[in-house]
């Protein structure tokens, strides 16, 4: 139980062009979703914390414009870069948990993407 | 800020030995978690400890949250090369929704 697919797994795309990331719970309701990114060698870094409803919370640094994120549904959230540049290349990483509290964060696989 | 100190940042082992990770902060966190994460692939889940003093074991592997509840250790027995992998403890600080990461420890299990 508890899995998160996360589509596409890779992706490769041209500067300027924007990119769709999606993240689903395949068998519970995720109440909060959360998207990460991780550079090479390094941790993950929380980008947006969302609650299904309503608008996302972004981290500081974060740029909202730039990093849409849509959360309609219990069990699909969806990260959308925008205007890809190849400073945005990075591993992106979505996790949803049951709550919106303290709760268990279960991870999808992860996106590689690379802006050209 | 609630920081995770992770120690040692990298560590290479023969097949059948043992090895500690550490997990340090001078924070309080209401429950801290370990996750592995291998290439390309997202963290996976192994353990939530909540209680200070509690011990977990999974198979080969024993998790400590210390009795303040500021650390954590995963011991690993035996190790085997499927053991390898990046290692990440993460937790939830006193009244914070946010999970906070260490930077992992990267574990190579040599045949």
């Known amino acids: 139980g508890a899995v998160v697919s996360q589509h596409p797994s890779w992706v490769i795309c041209k500067s300027g062009t924007s990119v769709k990331i999606e993240c689903r719970s395949l068998d519970f309701q995720a109440t909060t979703m959360f998207w990460y990114r991780q550079f090479p060698k390094q941790s993950l870094m929380l980008m947006a914390t969302s609650n299904e409803g309503s608008k996302a919370t972004y981290e500081q640094g974060v740029e909202k414009d730039k990093f849409l994120i849509n959360h309609a549904s219990l069990t699909l959230s969806t990260l959308t870069v925008t205007s890809a540049h190849p400073e945005d290349s990075s591993f992106y990483i979505c996790?949803?948990?049951?709550?919106?509290?303290?709760?268990?964060?279960?991870f999808g696989p992860g996106t590689r993407l690379t802006v050209l | 800020t609630q920081l995770l100190e992770q120690s040692p940042q990298f560590l290479s082992i023969q097949e059948g030995e043992n090895l500690t990770v550490y997990c340090n902060s001078s924070?309080?966190?209401?429950?801290l978690q370990w996750y592995r994460q291998e290439p390309g692939e997202g963290p996976v889940l192994l353990v939530t400890?909540?209680?200070?003093?509690e011990v977990k074991k999974l198979k080969r592997l024993t998790f400590q949250f210390g009795d303040a509840r500021k650390d954590s250790s995963l011991h690993i027995t035996a190790a085997q090369p499927g053991d390898t992998g990046l290692y990440l403890c993460?937790?939830?600080?006193?009244?914070?929704?946010?999970?906070?990461f260490g930077k992992g420890t990267k574990l190579s299990v040599i045949p």
């Open positions: 400890v909540v209680t200070g003093g």
């Open positions: 996790s949803a948990s049951q709550s919106r509290g303290m709760d268990t964060q279960y």
């Open positions: 924070s309080v966190f209401s429950s």
């Open positions: 993460a937790g939830y600080g006193a009244g914070s929704y946010q999970l906070t």
